[in-house]
């Protein structure tokens, strides 16, 4: 039996410190040449599109257009586990009311290649990115820092905050939006999530 686990379900069943233990683990892995992983090429659904057009033949990316692309990417842990991501990113997407990413995760049985689970991938990727991202202010950011800046008030915001307040003692949060009413919404939820002082500031260069 294939296992499907829907976007509500992923976000119950994970939290940001979770997923920044297990990124770094994978860091790790990787480093240590103890893991594969690879993404392999971008194509595109815009209409009328060129030719595939090489990037670059290290990993064999292809580029048909910048507005709607779709990315494959695998990785591999042997006697652990293997898995497929699937994303596509739309730049027209939250004009329709939709995410700007919308992915699909597969894993499967390390030793035969049997599907095993599907799972929506769109917020377990905006997850990774920001433990990713908060591994990386663990090891070079200044150890003194009191204030965490915020640019922008989407899913990638709220990641973000919570994967790096897994990993250092913040003691505030300025966040910055386009649209006051975001700005708003943004402080309201997370005010909820994190316990944490969370204002706003008039400009990005607020945030330097």
Same mark, same amino acid.
């Given at each position: ?20 233990? +297990?990124?770094?683990? !994978?860091?790790? =892995?990787? *480093?240590?040449?103890?893991? /594969?992983? %690879?993404? #392999? ?33 695998? +990785?591999?842990?042997? !006697?652990?586990? =293997?898995? *497929?991501?699937?994303?596509? /990113?739309? %730049?027209? #997407? ?115």
């Amino acid at each position: 039996m294939i296992l499907l686990v829907p976007d509500s379900l992923v976000r119950r069943s994970i939290t940001a410190e979770e997923c920044v233990r +297990a990124v770094d683990a !994978g860091f790790r =892995l990787y *480093a240590s040449g103890k893991a /594969a992983a %690879e993404r #392999n090429r971008v194509s595109s659904a815009d209409e009328g599109s060129p030719p595939a057009v090489p990037v670059g033949e290290a990993n064999a990316r292809f580029s048909y257009g910048a507005h709607a692309q779709v990315n494959l990417y695998g +990785a591999y842990v042997p !006697g652990w586990g =293997l898995g *497929a991501k699937t994303l596509g /990113a739309f %730049e027209s #997407n939250p004009e329709r009311g939709e995410p700007y990413i919308h992915a699909l995760i597969s894993v499967h049985d390390p030793e035969t290649g049997k599907l095993e689970a599907i799972l929506d991938g769109g917020y377990l990727t905006a997850l990774r990115t920001a433990a990713a991202v908060a591994i990386g202010f663990e090891h070079l950011a200044r150890h003194d820092s009191r204030v965490l800046g915020i640019l922008g008030t989407g899913l990638q915001a709220r990641t973000h905050l919570l994967c790096h307040l897994a990993v250092h003692p913040f003691e505030e949060v300025v966040v910055w939006g386009r649209t006051e009413t975001k700005v708003r919404e943004y402080i309201d939820e997370m005010s909820e999530q994190a316990p944490i002082a969370i204002t706003a500031c008039s400009s990005p260069r607020d945030l330097c």
